[in-house]
T-cell receptor, first 114, second 118 residues
Framework: AQSVAQPEDQVNVAEGNPLTVKCTYSVSGNPYLFWYVQYPNRGLQFLLKYITGDNLVKGSYGFEAEFNKSQTSFHLKKPSALVSDSALYFCAVRDSNSGYALNFGKGTSLLVTP | DARVTQTPRHKVTEMGQEVTMRCQPILGHNTVFWYRQTMMQGLELLAYFRNRAPLDDSGMPKDRFSAEMPDATLATLKIQPSEPRDSAVYFC????????????????FGPGTRLTVL
């Protein structure tokens, strides 16, 4: 079985400060990991993914994520937050031993204040 | 700019009525997913198709929900009869998956259909 946990319902950060949105996962095989962002009244937009290779993955809008196998984590990061980054962020995982569907976390609401 | 399209964007109906939601996946994508999003449950996978064949519909209430892919450019999700608890945003997503499972690309989501059942 595959699962993903986002331990924080909400993350607040001041504009210009670094941000981290946490994600941990559980799979039986190799993990394929994804981050998506959802703006109000919109569908989910792909940010980045880890399939294999370099543990630090760079994605859209200046976001990056670090895959840590020993801690089973895939935290989303950005060095300097923008007010426009305020949105709902979803972590998702697919187990290489399972089908093609992704298992999404509950989502973390990011609020960046001016 | 290739996008997943969904119609209608909004639907208000009365309990007991049939609801049909449509999705046009990105051309060339071979896998289509249906999700439902609510405040309480978050994002739930309802069903998905690969090469138009249903692979998993375990997340779908079988007595009232049905999903089909009449052709590669159209996926439908029907609710009959609808109930107030079906009120949610329904998302379609498409992606390209490899025959061996070793190739996996991200899913692209449509804008969603906001369903309100009174």
């Amino acid at each position: 079985a595959q699962s993903v946990a986002q331990p924080e319902d909400q993350v607040n950060v001041a504009e210009g400060n670094p941000l981290t949105v946490k994600c941990t996962y559980s799979v039986s095989g190799n993990p394929y990991l994804f981050w998506y962002v959802q703006y109000p009244n919109r569908g989910l937009q792909f940010l980045l993914k880890y399939i294999t290779g370099d543990n630090l993955v760079k994605g859209s809008y200046g976001f990056e994520a670090e895959f840590n196998k020993s801690q089973t984590s895939f935290h989303l990061k950005k060095p300097s937050a923008l007010v426009s980054d305020s949105a709902l962020y979803f972590c998702a995982v697919r187990d290489s031993n399972s089908g093609y569907a992704l298992n999404f976390g509950k989502g973390t609401s990011l609020l960046v204040t001016p | 700019d290739a996008r997943v399209t969904q119609t209608p964007r909004h639907k208000v109906t009365e309990m007991g009525q049939e609801v049909t939601m449509r999705c046009q996946p990105i051309l060339g994508h071979n896998t289509v997913f249906w999700y439902r999003q609510t405040m309480m449950q978050g994002l739930e996978l309802l069903a998905y198709f690969r090469n138009r064949a249903p692979l998993d519909d375990s997340g779908m209430p079988k007595d009232r929900f049905s999903a089909e892919m009449p052709d590669a450019t159209l996926a439908t999700l029907k609710i009959q009869p609808s109930e107030p608890r079906d009120s949610a945003v329904y998302f379609c997503a498409s992606g390209l998956t490899g025959t061996s499972g070793g190739v996996y690309n991200e899913q692209f989501f449509g804008p969603g259909t906001r369903l309100t059942v009174l």
